[in-house]
């Protein structure tokens, strides 16, 4: 894994240094008159820091006020150790306060927890969000002798399997949230599904934006309600819109072609 910053400004090291050390401080607190043996030994075995400020993209616009989010996954020695609630909270508000109050951070630090035993678990099993952590993170800290397993990416077709039925179980979620809502007049959708964590709704967007189905519902003036859900889970990302022309408007249809099939918004 790679451990050089180089590539980032003097000021954004010493902020990912003074999250490094927040985390650790606030994990030490947290431990303290545990008694439980795991929890007396718990050890933070890696921080990496991943998405945009690790590839080198991330975006700073003073003038649209749009700032990349510092994205880290913290690798702990055991599962427990993991729970965000129990050990985290106190991290969390450290590194909140630091970003808005204190102004120690120009920009958001979030953070993810898994034990070394799960991460490598789902390396094994070519998880795309971690595979990718492994390919293009950048090592803040690690621990001697806990290394990551070999990554495996999923091959194309293991990876549109599980696309596939990401998109079967969230469109028809969609579909019965809206008539559920109660929602009487013709609706059209719009799904885009990221098969990993999105640090960015442009990731998702964009999905619709280049797919000339979903384009010509979001261009349809006569689309006049529209209501928006999604989750951002670690695995996998889920934006749905979904347009209503309103109680006796006549439907535009969209043709809905299989998964992976050109025009389909196959994930990017």
Not at 33 to 42: E, F, V
Request: net charge negative; glycine share 8%.
């Amino acid at each position: 894994m790679k451990t050089s910053l180089d590539h980032l400004p003097d000021a954004k090291r010493r902020e990912l240094a003074r999250i490094v050390e927040i985390l650790f401080a606030e994990f030490e607190d947290a431990l303290k008159g545990r008694n439980a043996p795991h929890r007396k030994a718990g050890r933070i075995l890696k921080i990496i820091l991943f998405g945009s400020y690790a590839r080198g993209d991330w975006v700073d616009d003073p003038k649209g006020g749009y700032k990349s989010d510092y994205d880290l996954l913290v690798v702990v020695n055991h599962e427990e150790l993991a729970d965000l609630a129990e050990y985290w909270g106190k991290a969390d508000d450290h590194l909140l306060r630091a970003y808005q109050i204190a102004h120690e951070l120009t920009a958001p630090a979030n953070f993810i927890v898994h034990d070394l035993t799960d991460v490598n678990k789902q390396l094994k099993r070519g998880r795309p969000f971690f595979v990718d952590i492994v390919r293009d993170g950048i090592a803040l800290y690690e621990a001697p002798d806990h290394p990551l397993e070999h990554a495996e990416p999923l091959s194309p077709q293991a990876a549109l399997k599980e696309a596939q039925g990401y998109f079967d179980q969230w469109f028809k979620s969609a579909e019965g949230f809206t008539r559920n809502a109660g929602y009487a007049g013709p609706v059209a959708e719009t799904t885009a599904i990221n098969p990993a964590l999105a640090i960015s709704g442009i990731e998702l967007i964009n999905q619709w934006y280049y797919r000339p189905d979903y384009h010509a519902i979001m261009s349809d003036c006569s689309n006049v309600d529209i209501g928006v859900w999604s989750a951002n889970l670690i695995d996998r990302s889920v934006v749905v819109a979904v347009y209503g022309k309103g109680d006796g408007a006549p439907p535009v249809q969209s043709p809905r072609r299989p998964f992976g099939q050109p025009g389909a918004g196959a994930p990017g």
